[in-house]
């Protein structure tokens, strides 16, 4: 007998035909399993349907949509021990390239039919779920400025040309930043905290290696000093996603850690995979393991640091935890 699916199917992701996309996951999928389909709505979405699957204890769930959809569905699932498929069909797929998923329908769905599970790692931020990554400053700014009917128009452009726009009005600002065992000052434009993340998120790129299974979360300190330097620091990052090579300007500093508190000032914005969500300060904690989904393995890295050339860094270690 064929296991149980159920598919959470966004109508109005990404630029092609909704009817012809069912269809041809489908066609892949029903062969091998018992597929019971549900649309996301307006007013029910991924997280609901999701939820829904989870008591009526389906043996899989799958999402296809956009990244918003994507996210949901796995907040949904995660914390049970129900395995998510992931077939994307957004504008920029983040949530299955830094997975390593493939995001064409064919290729997603046979990850499904024939790739291994893996438990990944989940967050919360401010008590809300984050599965990629979290934005603050310059990132939350851009991601407010690319607007649906940008995203609808240009695509993945949408994001470049909001940055541009964004270096216009680059301003820094003060940071505190509070590890399990330390607490670091700077003054940043942006910090960025992530979970899992593509190499088109280039401020998350100081590493060059975000590990979205090794119960910890990835920071990167982008500190330029003006418009121009910001230009530099961002094409850098692009080439350390690239290269996989960790990020050597001293404008740019990076670290992981399981937890952080982070303050600013200003207060800076916030967005949380891909939405603007508030304000700082933020409370970040991260959930190993928490999430089974299908998908190839990655290879491991090594754990890197580094924070020296940051302007007006001052670092102060914390006596160590009693348990």
């Not at 296991?3 to 996951?25: H, K, M, W």
């Not at 593509?198 to 910890?216: E, K």
């Not at 995979?273 to 290879?299: H, M, N, R, Y």
């Amino acid at each position: 007998m064929n296991r149980s699916a159920c598919l959470i199917f966004n109508p109005v992701a990404g630029q092609g035909d909704p009817e012809v996309d069912l269809a041809a996951i489908r066609a892949i999928l029903e062969p091998e399993m018992a597929l019971d389909i549900y649309l996301t709505t307006e007013e029910l979405g991924a997280d609901k349907l999701a939820q829904e699957a989870v008591e009526r204890g389906v043996e899989t769930i799958i999402a296809s949509g956009g990244d918003g959809t994507l996210s949901a569905a796995a907040v949904a699932v995660a914390g049970t021990d129900i395995p998510l498929g992931i077939i994307s069909r957004g504008t920029a797929n983040a949530f299955a390239v830094a997975l390593g998923i493939p995001d064409t329908i064919d290729a997603a769905c046979r990850t499904i039919l024939q790739g291994v599970t893996r438990n990944v790692d989940v967050a919360y931020c401010n008590d809300l779920p984050m599965i990629l990554l979290t934005g603050i400053g310059f990132e939350a700014e851009t991601v407010e400025r690319a607007d649906r009917e940008a995203k609808k128009r240009f695509g993945i452009m949408a994001y470049v040309l909001a940055g541009f726009q964004e270096l216009r009005e680059l301003e820094s600002f003060d940071v505190e930043i509070e590890t399990e065992d330390k607490i670091i000052k700077t003054s940043a434009s942006a910090v960025t905290v992530a979970n899992a993340a593509p190499p088109t998120s280039v401020l998350a790129q100081g590493p060059a290696g975000i590990i979205y299974d090794d119960g910890l979360l990835d920071l990167t300190i982008v500190a330029p000093n003006s418009k121009a330097g910001a230009i530099a620091a961002t094409y850098h990052l692009f080439q350390s996603a690239s290269s996989g090579n960790a990020a050597e300007r001293d404008d740019i500093g990076y670290l992981r850690a399981k937890q952080f508190k982070i303050t600013a000032d200003p207060p800076q914005k916030v967005v949380i995979d891909g939405e603007v969500v508030g304000k700082t300060p933020v409370d970040i904690k991260c959930l190993p393991a928490a999430l089974k989904i299908f998908v190839p393995s990655a290879p491991e890295e090594e754990l890197v640091e580094k924070l020296e050339g940051l302007p007006n860094l001052t670092i102060e270690l914390k006596e160590p935890a009693e348990d």
